[in-house]
Nanobody, 117 residues
């Protein structure tokens, strides 16, 4: 059974940093991608970043977070991280981990990030 468990959200002041984690379990295929999405208050869910879990994977980012967020992985721990720096109030959202496989789309439960002074 595939499970994605996010953690690391919280309250942070503008300009601050947070690191989110997504622990992945139950996936048996070797090659897959992990995405981070977010849903800001009153808005549709939007894609944030992507990483390929193979060794030659290169990350990709939405324009709104490029240069501030960094996605990385630890294959031994089967965990994907989202390092978020220079956070802005508009980054306030529920952040979700997402894995698309050939037979289903998997989502975590989400973790709340609030950027406020």
């Amino acid at each position: 059974q595939v499970q994605l468990v996010e953690s690391g959200g919280g309250l942070v002041q503008p300009g601050g940093s947070l690191r989110l984690s997504c622990a992945v379990s139950g996936i048996t295929v070797r090659r897959f991608n992990v995405n981070w999405y977010r849903r800001r208050p009153g808005k549709e869910r939007e894609w944030v970043a992507n990483i390929d879990m193979t060794n030659d994977g290169s990350p990709d980012y939405s324009e709104s977070v490029k240069g501030r967020f960094t996605i990385s992985r630890d294959n031994n721990k089967k965990t994907v991280y989202l390092q978020m720096n220079n956070l802005k109030s508009e980054d306030t959202a529920v952040y979700y981990c997402h894995v698309p496989l050939w037979n289903a789309l998997y989502w975590g439960q989400g973790t709340q990030v609030t950027v406020s002074s």
